[in-house]
């Protein structure tokens, strides 16, 4: 085991010894021979290697045979070319041998010397010096021609141009032009011999251009497509395809530009060369409109012809019309402008309406026109020279000198940009008519707001002039319900314009102009019931009468006719401005309804870029103007909040200013109201702080009893007192009468949260009443006599009891029964006493304790300092 144990090493290197022997054999035979002529222990040894370099040797002998078969397979691939290399490099050596044999004479004894390399050397030298030689003299050969060609080239020129013959004058200019570097060398300076040259291609330009100029007037004037095409391309040839342009704009827009300028118009001067009583003037109104349909005439005649002539037929029409809009003189805007410095004012507003759609109108008609050359336009190909190089000019060099043809200032600025691409028109140019045609209008679209404000004051007229001699209650009422029926109709015309001429845009103006006059109308009717009031309150009469007689059941009221007359002229003015708000109601309704169909184009626009114009620079336009602003975003997201919610309560308010105004009306008809009402009452009081009463002694002698005195176990309120609490109970038994008047209910929150008798126009108050039409009757009247209340005792604890001099024991003791007695009826209206009840616990104090009281009080009220002064305290 030891033994096999050691072996088992040499065992497994056997295969490494027998491929060295395979490698040291002849053959395979003779190593098997060998082999196996071995002991019988050793072949067994050798036995057991064999079958491991047996496997070995397949898989060897498959590799190899892969690798050969692959290797055959690139041999044969690689054959057929290896052929054809030999037969070419045979065929050069051939040639080679055929040239050198011709080169070194047969009988040259030298030819196998080593000196017949040399000879062959020199003689490829000599080839060499021969090839340079005649390169040189190929080059000066050309330079002479070209020298002999630009030295007969004016004279060639010249004489095409004598022959009218200019298409081959422009091939001649075109030829000599290529020949020309394309790019000056950087040491070149304008004293080289390139600049004579340019000079002199620039020069028979001229003249060609010069010549041909007639024949192209007279072609374009005839409308001659066919010359007007070969004339074309000539301008092509010598790079002038601007210049052809210029013509050719000229040319189309004389009658447009002179139907423009020899327009005699209302407000302008007649123009020079025609007489007065040649031409009547006209409006605008009806000139433009005539204008642009002959202009759209014009252009529907352009495109049969300019397809014909030019190869971007679209680019071309677009930058005829910039052309021709932009000569005419005066400019639109200026006679837009004209129409509110003239005798049109504000109105010109809806001439400039008019003129806008006319204009819009015209847009349309021409973008079908561009839309049929479109149609029927064939694939963009190259323009292509008539020369006889037939090659393909992609682009234009702007020639050397100023162009002959008629240029305008804008054809100027225009030709500028012709230069980019064969048409000689960019791809903006091609959008600019449009923005040229309804630039003139921007600056009235940007000031719509307030255009459309003078436009509606203007229409309305002078609120103030408007109410004057309007005093009856009945006329009163039905002149302002009139009157709102022409203001609201005006704000839904205001509407139209504004979304026919600025599409939308201007709508923030437009809300400010409506709530502006919305709000100024009834401000105008707030001023006159606040006259009314005051001048009723001063002279104590009034133009008012009252019609009716008074019903018996309010005989023993202390109210007179017109008083009468004063109520019923409130209510229907309450009645009245509750019937204008509905309106407003409405009227915000369509108003929301018709910024919110904008507000969701905005919304849903491409790139966040609203353009709603028949054409796209007309809404680039009013895009990128200054209507476009935060402001106006702003109100479309506050319009197409209310559209989500759907909710009245959170609806945004769009006319704030309106809604306050009726506001401030109604209260102001419910403090004439509340003034009415509570006039009887106050003329009882207006000698109350001047009775006898309070300056009484309580210790008066009783007549036949001298020397007795009776005490007063208790006192009767006085007679003044009493006629005004008979006033106030009177009022439940007159609302019994009018509560069912939806009137008393508008705005019903004033007399809710105050005495009604501030002045001035007073914001919406929280905790007023929002709905006060669905207030049932019952509570109306509570809150009308609450309100009355409130004023009476403002009344009477502000201005009336502060007014007394003096007021001793006596007096006291009867003014705190008249207040006590006062009191009771007040809280039977449902107020709460306030400062009466202060009053009467002031008054009713006995002296000492009051001095007592106000004494050690280090900062008393202004009720305890005034009866300290009337009880003569201090």
């Given at each position: 085991?030891?033994?096999?144990?050691?072996?088992?090493?040499?065992?497994?290197?056997?295969?490494?010894?027998?491929?060295?022997?395979?490698?040291?054999?002849?053959?395979?035979?003779?190593?098997?021979?060998?082999?196996?002529?071995?002991?019988?222990?050793?072949?067994?040894?050798?036995?057991?290697?064999?079958?491991?370099?047996?496997?070995?040797?397949?898989?060897?002998?498959?590799?190899?045979?892969?690798?050969?078969?692959?290797?055959?397979?690139?041999?044969?691939?690689?054959?057929?070319?290896?052929?054809?290399?030999?037969?070419?490099?045979?065929?050069?050596?051939?040639?080679?041998?055929?040239?050198?044999?011709?080169?070194?004479?047969?009988?040259?004894?030298?030819?196998?010397?080593?000196?017949?390399?040399?000879?062959?050397?020199?003689?490829?030298?000599?080839?060499?010096?021969?090839?340079?030689?005649?390169?040189?003299?190929?080059?000066?050969?050309?330079?002479?021609?070209?020298?002999?060609?630009?030295?007969?080239?004016?004279?060639?020129?010249?004489?095409?141009?004598?022959?009218?013959?200019?298409?081959?004058?422009?091939?001649?200019?075109?030829?000599?032009?290529?020949?020309?570097?394309?790019?000056?060398?950087?040491?070149?300076?304008?004293?080289?011999?390139?600049?004579?040259?340019?000079?002199?291609?620039?020069?028979?330009?001229?003249?060609?251009?010069?010549?041909?100029?007639?024949?192209?007037?007279?072609?374009?004037?005839?409308?001659?497509?066919?010359?007007?095409?070969?004339?074309?391309?000539?301008?092509?040839?010598?790079?002038?395809?601007?210049?052809?342009?210029?013509?050719?704009?000229?040319?189309?827009?004389?009658?447009?530009?002179?139907?423009?300028?020899?327009?005699?118009?209302?407000?302008?001067?007649?123009?020079?060369?025609?007489?007065?009583?040649?031409?009547?003037?006209?409006?605008?109104?009806?000139?433009?409109?005539?204008?642009?349909?002959?202009?759209?005439?014009?252009?529907?005649?352009?495109?049969?012809?300019?397809?014909?002539?030019?190869?971007?037929?679209?680019?071309?029409?677009?930058?005829?019309?910039?052309?021709?809009?932009?000569?005419?003189?005066?400019?639109?805007?200026?006679?837009?402008?004209?129409?509110?410095?003239?005798?049109?004012?504000?109105?010109?507003?809806?001439?400039?309406?008019?003129?806008?759609?006319?204009?819009?109108?015209?847009?349309?008609?021409?973008?079908?026109?561009?839309?049929?050359?479109?149609?029927?336009?064939?694939?963009?190909?190259?323009?292509?020279?008539?020369?006889?190089?037939?090659?393909?000019?992609?682009?234009?060099?702007?020639?050397?000198?100023?162009?002959?043809?008629?240029?305008?200032?804008?054809?100027?600025?225009?030709?500028?940009?012709?230069?980019?691409?064969?048409?000689?028109?960019?791809?903006?140019?091609?959008?600019?008519?449009?923005?040229?045609?309804?630039?003139?209008?921007?600056?009235?679209?940007?000031?719509?707001?307030?255009?459309?404000?003078?436009?509606?004051?203007?229409?309305?007229?002078?609120?103030?002039?408007?109410?004057?001699?309007?005093?009856?209650?009945?006329?009163?009422?039905?002149?302002?319900?009139?009157?709102?029926?022409?203001?609201?109709?005006?704000?839904?015309?205001?509407?139209?314009?504004?979304?026919?001429?600025?599409?939308?845009?201007?709508?923030?103006?437009?809300?400010?102009?409506?709530?502006?006059?919305?709000?100024?109308?009834?401000?105008?009717?707030?001023?006159?019931?606040?006259?009314?009031?005051?001048?009723?309150?001063?002279?104590?009469?009034?133009?008012?009468?009252?019609?009716?007689?008074?019903?018996?059941?309010?005989?023993?009221?202390?109210?007179?006719?017109?008083?009468?007359?004063?109520?019923?002229?409130?209510?229907?003015?309450?009645?009245?401005?509750?019937?204008?708000?509905?309106?407003?109601?409405?009227?915000?309704?369509?108003?929301?309804?018709?910024?919110?169909?904008?507000?969701?184009?905005?919304?849903?626009?491409?790139?966040?870029?609203?353009?709603?114009?028949?054409?796209?620079?007309?809404?680039?336009?009013?895009?990128?103007?200054?209507?476009?602003?935060?402001?106006?975003?702003?109100?479309?997201?506050?319009?197409?909040?209310?559209?989500?919610?759907?909710?009245?309560?959170?609806?945004?308010?769009?006319?704030?200013?309106?809604?306050?105004?009726?506001?401030?009306?109604?209260?102001?008809?419910?403090?004439?109201?509340?003034?009415?009402?509570?006039?009887?009452?106050?003329?009882?009081?207006?000698?109350?702080?001047?009775?006898?009463?309070?300056?009484?002694?309580?210790?008066?002698?009783?007549?036949?009893?001298?020397?007795?005195?009776?005490?007063?176990?208790?006192?009767?309120?006085?007679?003044?007192?009493?006629?005004?609490?008979?006033?106030?109970?009177?009022?439940?038994?007159?609302?019994?009468?009018?509560?069912?008047?939806?009137?008393?209910?508008?705005?019903?929150?004033?007399?809710?949260?105050?005495?009604?008798?501030?002045?001035?126009?007073?914001?919406?108050?929280?905790?007023?009443?929002?709905?006060?039409?669905?207030?049932?009757p019952e509570a109306v009247t509570t809150a009308w006599l609450s309100s009355l209340g409130r004023t009476m005792l403002a009344h009477l604890t502000r201005n009336i009891l502060p007014q007394i001099r003096v007021l001793t024991s006596a007096g006291s003791a009867q003014l705190a029964a008249d207040l006590g007695y006062l009191s009771t009826i007040i809280r039977a209206l449902g107020v709460d006493e306030g400062d009466l009840e202060r009053w009467r616990t002031c008054v009713s104090v006995g002296d000492e304790e009051g001095r007592a009281d106000y004494l050690a009080t280090e900062k008393a009220d202004d009720i305890l300092r005034s009866v300290a002064k009337m009880r003569g305290w201090f």
């Open positions: 085991m030891k033994q096999q144990h050691v072996e088992d090493p040499r065992a497994r290197s056997k295969p490494t010894s027998v491929i060295e022997q395979l490698d040291q054999s002849p053959d395979v035979l003779t190593w098997l021979n060998a082999v196996l002529d071995s002991s019988g222990q050793e072949a067994a040894n050798d036995g057991a290697s064999l079958d491991a370099l047996l496997t070995a040797t397949s898989i060897a002998a498959q590799s190899t045979s892969s690798a050969l078969e692959n290797t055959i397979d690139d041999i044969a691939r690689a054959t057929p070319r290896l052929v054809y290399d030999l037969h070419f490099t045979r065929d050069g050596a051939l040639a080679l041998k055929s040239v050198l044999a011709q080169s070194v004479p047969s009988n040259n004894p030298s030819a196998t010397t080593p000196g017949h390399f040399d000879a062959t050397s020199k003689v490829l030298e000599r080839l060499q010096y021969l090839d340079t030689i005649k390169i040189r003299m190929e080059a000066a050969r050309d330079v002479l021609r070209e020298a002999e060609s630009w030295g007969a080239l004016e004279a060639e020129v010249t004489a095409l141009l004598a022959e009218k013959s200019y298409a081959r004058a422009a091939s001649r200019l075109s030829a000599s032009a290529k020949s020309m570097p394309v790019s000056r060398p950087a040491a070149a300076t304008p004293g080289t011999a390139q600049e004579p040259r340019r000079a002199l291609l620039t020069s028979l330009a001229n003249q060609l251009e010069a010549a041909v100029s007639p024949d192209l007037v007279r072609a374009i004037t005839a409308n001659d497509v066919e010359s007007c095409k070969s004339l074309y391309a000539i301008f092509v040839d010598i790079e002038r395809e601007s210049e052809f342009r210029n013509y050719y704009y000229g040319t189309r827009r004389v009658p447009i530009v002179e139907t423009w300028n020899q327009a005699v118009l209302d407000g302008e001067s007649t123009p020079t060369g025609t007489s007065e009583h040649q031409r009547i003037p006209e409006k605008l109104t009806s000139f433009y409109p005539t204008f642009l349909s002959s202009f759209l005439s014009i252009l529907n005649g352009e495109r049969h012809s300019i397809p014909a002539i030019f190869p971007d037929p679209e680019s071309t029409l677009a930058f005829l019309i910039h052309n021709a809009l932009t000569a005419l003189t005066p400019s639109p805007g200026q006679r837009f402008a004209a129409l509110f410095h003239g005798s049109g004012g504000a109105s010109a507003l809806r001439d400039m309406v008019k003129l806008f759609q006319a204009t819009e109108e015209f847009a349309k008609g021409t973008e079908r026109i561009m839309e049929k050359l479109r149609a029927s336009a064939p694939s963009a190909m190259p323009v292509a020279s008539p020369s006889s190089s037939g090659e393909g000019k992609l682009s234009r060099r702007r020639s050397m000198r100023m162009s002959m043809s008629w240029r305008s200032t804008s054809s100027i600025s225009g030709s500028a940009k012709q230069q980019s691409g064969s048409s000689g028109i960019s791809s903006v140019d091609a959008m600019e008519w449009d923005q040229c045609l309804f630039q003139p209008f921007l600056d009235f679209q940007v000031d719509f707001g307030t255009l459309e404000r003078r436009l509606l004051d203007e229409v309305l007229g002078s609120p103030a002039v408007k109410l004057q001699g309007v005093v009856d209650g009945d006329r009163a009422a039905r002149a302002m319900r009139e009157r709102a029926v022409d203001v609201f109709s005006a704000t839904e015309e205001s509407v139209e314009r504004c979304m026919t001429f600025t599409h939308g845009y201007a709508s923030v103006g437009l809300v400010s102009a409506l709530d502006s006059c919305v709000c100024a109308f009834v401000d105008a009717w707030t001023n006159c019931v606040i006259d009314w009031a005051n001048a009723g309150s001063e002279t104590g009469t009034g133009a008012l009468s009252y019609s009716g007689a008074e019903d018996e059941e309010f005989a023993d009221l202390d109210y007179t006719s017109q008083d009468w007359a004063y109520i019923q002229r409130a209510l229907h003015l309450l009645a009245a401005a509750q019937a204008i708000k509905e309106r407003l109601g409405v009227f915000e309704t369509r108003l929301r309804g018709a910024l919110s169909q904008v507000a969701m184009a905005f919304r849903a626009a491409v790139n966040g870029l609203y353009t709603p114009g028949v054409t796209k620079g007309e809404g680039i336009l009013l895009a990128q103007s200054t209507l476009n602003s935060v402001e106006l975003r702003d109100l479309f997201s506050r319009v197409l909040q209310s559209q989500s919610t759907g909710t009245a309560v959170v609806t945004p308010v769009l006319l704030p200013s309106s809604h306050s105004a009726l506001t401030s009306f109604a209260r102001a008809n419910q403090r004439t109201l509340q003034r009415v009402l509570l006039s009887p009452l106050f003329v009882h009081l207006n000698a109350y702080s001047s009775l006898p009463l309070w300056s009484a002694s309580r210790q008066e002698p009783v007549p036949g009893l001298a020397g007795v005195n009776i005490p007063a176990f208790s006192l009767s309120p006085s007679e003044t007192i009493q006629r005004v609490g008979d006033g106030l109970l009177n009022l439940p038994r007159l609302f019994e009468v009018y509560a069912e008047d939806d009137a008393l209910g508008f705005e019903i929150g004033a007399l809710a949260t105050g005495d009604g008798l501030t002045s001035g126009r007073e914001g919406d108050d929280s905790s007023a009443v929002q709905a006060e039409q669905l207030l049932s």
